[in-house]
């Protein structure tokens, strides 16, 4: 897991801030604007064709090896991001997907119910 080209030594890194409607804010690391959403994408779990068009990409500055993109802490391990933030944007990405889920579902029962009430009301009309 760790050989990843993006640690390629040598190219400038920046750090990005990404943005989308759908996702919580993924701080990434990367050498241009659409590798910063492709590195999102990875962050979110998600395929990068479903958020490129809608992700707002803010460019933060140089990034640092070891420096935490998200909360600035230093740790040693290859990723862009503390364990205890990549832990942080797990969590909320699970939230997000649940409360998605939720609204989906109470938008599924509001329907049904006003196509009672309309059923109700033809069937009124209808006598
Ligand atoms: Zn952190």
Redesign the pocket.
Same mark, same amino acid.
């Given at each position: 897991m760790p050989t990843k080209r993006r640690k390629e030594p040598g190219k400038a890194k920046w750090l990005w801030f990404v943005h989308h409607p759908e996702h919580c804010l993924a701080p990434v690391v990367a050498e241009n604007r659409d590798m910063a959403t492709v590195a999102a994408s990875a962050l979110w779990g998600v395929p990068w064709r479903t958020i490129a068009a809608d992700c707002d990409v803010e460019k933060r500055g140089e990034a640092c090896k070891h420096l &935490?993109a998200? &909360?600035?802490?230093f740790?040693y391990d290859e990723e862009d991001? &503390?364990a205890? &933030?990549r832990q942080f944007v797990r969590d909320e990405e699970r939230r997000i997907a649940i409360a998605k889920r939720r609204f989906y579902r109470e938008e599924a029962i509001e329907l049904k119910r006003r196509e009672l009430i309309r059923d109700k009301k033809e069937k009124a009309d209808a006598l």
């Open positions: &935490c998200r &909360c600035g802490t740790h991001l &503390c205890k &933030c």
